[in-house]
């Protein structure tokens, strides 16, 4: 059988390219609340799928690494879509809510680049230090990306749904 590592390592650098990419708009609607499913449920997974692999080594293969480049470039889109969000938006950018929700997104985004990184290098690791190391990472980033995705997802909702994010509210209408 043909070694898909190299495939899912290029297909991972390929999917930084996404990193600028600010979608503002899908099918005449905000992008940013249409897309943002996507990463509220594949981080969360992906974080215990990691941390139940740490368990089950045999796990840290082509197929989770191939998911958490999947889940990186849905959060990258988010991320970017968000920004553009943001910048149609500007009262809400000296919202400390908005401003918390904006900083917990951009967490996201880089665990899940390190994430990714250490669940690709995983499937490279031997044993030894470097993999000892490695699942250290794995423990670390997989805890702030989860953390971070509930962080970021009920502060947006703070802003959607509370009253102090009454212009929001108004704005998706």
């Known amino acids: 059988m043909r070694d898909l590592r190299p495939v899912v390592v290029v297909a991972a650098a390929l999917s930084l390219l996404l990193w600028p990419v600010q979608i503002s708009s899908a099918f005449g609607l905000p992008a940013h609340p249409l897309i943002l499913h996507l990463p509220v449920v594949l981080v969360p997974v992906l974080g215990f799928a990691t941390l139940i692999a740490l368990a ?81 990472l794995a423990v670390v980033f997989a805890l702030t990306a989860i953390g971070f995705t509930i962080r970021a997802g009920h502060l947006g909702a703070k802003l959607v749904w509370e009253e102090d994010g009454q212009e929001l509210t108004e704005s998706m209408k």
């Open 56 to 136: 089950r080594p045999d796990w840290f293969g082509v197929p989770l690494a191939a998911f958490a480049v999947v889940t990186l470039a849905a959060t990258l889109l988010t991320v970017g879509a968000g920004e553009a969000f943001l910048d149609t938006k500007p009262r809400l950018q000296g919202d400390p809510t908005m401003k918390d929700h904006k900083g917990a997104g951009e967490t996201v985004r880089f665990a899940m680049v390190f994430l990714t990184a250490v669940i690709v290098g995983l499937t490279y690791a031997g044993r030894g230090a470097v993999s000892k190391l490695l699942k250290v």
